[in-house]
């Protein structure tokens, strides 16, 4: 065995929906590996399985088939309350619309991951400062997301992402509400975490982002499109 | 699962985001409480001083009676006509009575049937001659001078003890010098030597309340009235024949009181026959049915408290129901991050019985209040009593938890996977 394990490793993931008499397969086999300290898109436009693909990442949905290997355990067949604590611990989620807690100061928006790992209050205060300033909000502790930019929102929701130490991040169109300059901001801290050694898996339709991967699977209904990158846009 | 303080915090937290809301949210608890509370405090009162008035009777006594027989076959036609109407307890009930199991002593009452005047106003005081026994068997105290010795009694001085309530109906205001003063009735001088007070005004039926008696030692009486009274009735003039207006029975063993009771009245109804010139009150009895009613009473008034707490409940329910469905992106979020179902059920729940139970605490406050105004404008007495409050804080979070269970669980049912999708 290699010492070192893919963080995520899916095994002929399939997923088939049924609605009635009617079978809908949305994912028919999909083989992908992330390895420790990648970034790595997923890049699909919509009909092709990237949703249903991003929610079976997330440990919010089961594969009706395959396995999903997550640091080499096997996590397709849990309980939801074990699925909870791996979304709890092993995975950072990154929404398009920041999904913060409006009411929540920054600060506390950091820390919401850590109350329900249980960590102690001094711990979280502790560490959500020390977030905050890894995504340059160090000085923003107290505001509330209403007072803050798009970019900064999804700033803490990045240093929210990563409150509980992850095993990897899980982006869901992390700037696809954002303007391009901070898109590119945005992105650019995306990298500077990942040179850090933090590992993102980052779900997509936007090709013009696939330039900032390491490795880019892509999604055509429902099966990994083998077909070189450049053939589909080939802008950049 | 999260740490409870983190919990609770996090639920108070949400709560007070939406100020007004909670507030028209738990208006139907606070009210519900507020009408427990004011409804135990007003039915506690009531039986308080209910019960203290009959205790006062006290609770080992038999009270037996005089009372004028209805007329019969006497027409009121025949003027001038002079009757000797004989009727009520005699001095041989007293005997066989006394003489009964259980019963202790028997203190009797006579009323002399004298006008008491003021000047020449005629006052509704009442010149009683009694027994030796009777403060003691009365709850009254001496409020100035003393009772009688057993000596005035012996030697049939010419002496009183007066009620409270004479001393302002007889006298100026003002007066100190009540005892050791003389009071005029009729042809007789009595000197007062002492005036009593009975805090429950205890009334004897037909004799009226202690606080209102002149009282004279039963010798005295009898060797200056003997047993006959004079009355005018428009132009009759009736000569009234009456032994005793009351008999206070002490009994020596409460718990036979119902036997000893029935034997009295078995007793008299034999020897009165079909006049019915007597009555019977037991203090106890009374005590028994003052509870029953008060029980009943208790029982409307919690079924309709209880009715509003439901009504209340169910309005919480209904709002908290709307809450989960505004919030479906909060609990996805939470959810996302890690949040178990027990995490969130707890979290709504929470947030239930934290809103009910404060509504509980401002309820008790609104009722306390219901309370003291009823007590200003009606004078009816009411008791808070600690295990109403207690009661009411246990009725209200268990308002929120059987109300809020609902709620809480359709919010941790929540697919996260829809509301994060519904973007």
Known sequence: MAPVVNIVELRGICKTYISGDLQVPVLKGIDAKVGAGEFVGFIGTSGSGKSTLLNILGMLDVPTGGSYLLEGVDVSCLSD????????????????????????????????????????????????????????????????PTQLSGGECQRVAIARALSNQPAFILADEPTGNLDENTSNEIMALFHELNNNGVTIVMVTHNPALAPHYDKIIRLRDGRIDDRPFEWEGGKK | MMLPVDLLVMSCHNLLLHKVRSLLTSLGVIFGVGSVIAMLAVSEGAKRSALAKIEAMGTDKIIIYSHRPPPEGKSEGSENASIVEQYGLTERNREHIIKMDNVKHVT???????????????????????????????????ERGRWFSPADFENKVSVCVI??????????????????????????????????????ATKFQEVGGQNDMILIPMPTARARYQDYTYSFEGRNRNILRIEYDVFIVRVGEVGYIDHTSKRISAYLQKT????????????????????DTQNIFTIVMGSIAGISL??????????????????????????????????????????????????????????????????????MPTVYSLWSIALSLVISCLVGVIFGTYPAYKAAQQNPITVLRAE
């Open chain 1, 81 to 144: 309350s074990e699925q909870a604590t791996i979304r709890n611990r092993k995975i950072g989620f990154i929404f398009q619309s920041f999904n913060l807690f409006p009411h929540l100061s920054v600060e506390q928006n950091i820390a919401v991951p850590m109350l329900y790992a249980r960590v102690p209050g001094r711990v979280r205060r502790a560490r959500s400062l020390e977030l905050a300033k890894r995504v340059g909000l160090g000085h923003r502790l107290g505001h509330r």
């Open chain 2, 108 to 142: 009797s009452l006579f009323d002399v049937r004298k006008k008491v005047l003021r000047g020449i106003t005629r006052t509704d005081l009442k010149l009683i001659g009694c027994d030796y026994g009777f403060l003691e068997d009365t709850a009254a105290k001496v």
């Open chain 2, 310 to 379: 439901v009504v209340g409940g169910i309005g919480i329910m209904n709002i908290m129901l709307a809450n989960v469905y505004e919030r479906r992106k909060e609990i996805g979020t939470r959810r996302a991050l890690g949040a178990q179902k027990s995490d969130i059920l707890l979290q709504f729940l929470i947030e239930t019985v934290f809103l009910t139970t404060s509504g509980g605490i401002a309820g008790i406050a609104v009722g306390v209040g219901i309370g003291r105004l009823i007590t200003r404008y009606s004078g």
């Open chain 2, 163 to 200: 009620g409270k309530n004479v001393k302002p109906k007889l006298f100026e205001l003002g007066r100190t010098d009540i005892v050791g003063s003389q009071i005029r009735i009729e042809d007789a001088a009595y000197t007062i030597i002492g005036v009593i007070d009975n805090e429950y």
């Open chain 2, 272 to 291: 009165h026959g079909t006049l019915c010139d007597w009555g019977m009150v037991v203090p106890l009895e009374l005590l028994k049915q003052m509870e």
